[in-house]
Each structure stands twice: as C-alpha cells, then as structure tokens.
C-alpha cells in the first residue's frame, strides 16, 4: 500500500513559478513510474510529466522548457517546478504512480496508474 500526499498549490499571476510536491509513504517498488497529471473542470485528467526509476522524463508539449520534475529517492519526494505560469495551467495536479515491473516506457495513460494524491489547486490568473 502507497500514500501519495501533495503540497505546494496556490494562486499566482501569469509569468509567476510554483514548486509542487509529492511525498510518498510505504513500501516503493524498485521499478516505478510517477508523474503529475491535471484536470481542469470538465476535462479528462491529462498527463503533464513522467519519470522514471531510472530517472528518464518525458514531458507534455505544453509545459515542455516551462516545467521541470525531480525527486529526492532519499526522502522519497517528487517535486514539479512550474515557471512561467499561464493562466491555461490552472487546474488540479495530482500525483500519481504505477509499477513498472518490465522496463518499459512511462506512458501517460491515467487509467495505467493505480496510486494517487488528494491533488492540489493551482490558480494562474492574467
């Protein structure tokens, strides 16, 4: 059993950064995928950036050059740094996982990912 629980939403202006992060709690497969979704009222909950247990990352198109994702494996932590913030990615972010017992790609399939946080709102105004 996983608990994912996130932090770090809030309200900026447009251009501003927020830094989101996700603690995990119980026992983490060697072989894992994470990442940050979102969902904005009334749209499905999309993808927004992957990582790897190895560390390889795959970004939406959206955010690519904007938002950058890391972890701290010690504390078991994942982080988005979200820099120059549009008033499009306001929504909710959640955190997710899913093991990846083969090596395979990460994919963004939200279906495909069996743990989650509560979410947090973020507000990016014009």
């Known amino acids: 059993q996983v608990q994912l629980v996130e932090s770090g939403g809030g309200s900026v202006q447009a251009g501003g950064s927020l830094r989101l992060s996700c603690a995990a709690f119980?026992?983490?497969?060697?072989?894992?995928?994470m990442g940050w979704f979102r969902q904005a009222p009334g749209k499905e909950r999309d993808g927004v950036v992957l990582?790897?247990?190895?560390?390889?990352?795959s970004y939406a198109d959206s955010v690519k050059g904007r938002f950058t994702i890391s972890k701290d494996n010690a504390k078991l932590t994942l982080y988005l740094q979200m820099n120059s913030l549009k008033p499009e990615d306001t929504a909710m972010y959640y955190c997710?996982?899913?093991?990846?017992?083969?090596?395979?790609?990460?994919?963004?399939?939200?279906?495909?990912?069996?743990?989650w946080g509560q979410g947090t709102q973020v507000a990016v105004s014009s």
């Open positions: 990582i790897a247990s190895d560390g390889s990352t």
């Open positions: 119980g026992y983490i497969q060697s072989s894992y995928c």
């Open positions: 997710a996982l899913r093991w990846r017992p083969y090596g395979g790609p990460c994919r963004s399939r939200a279906s495909e990912y069996a743990y």
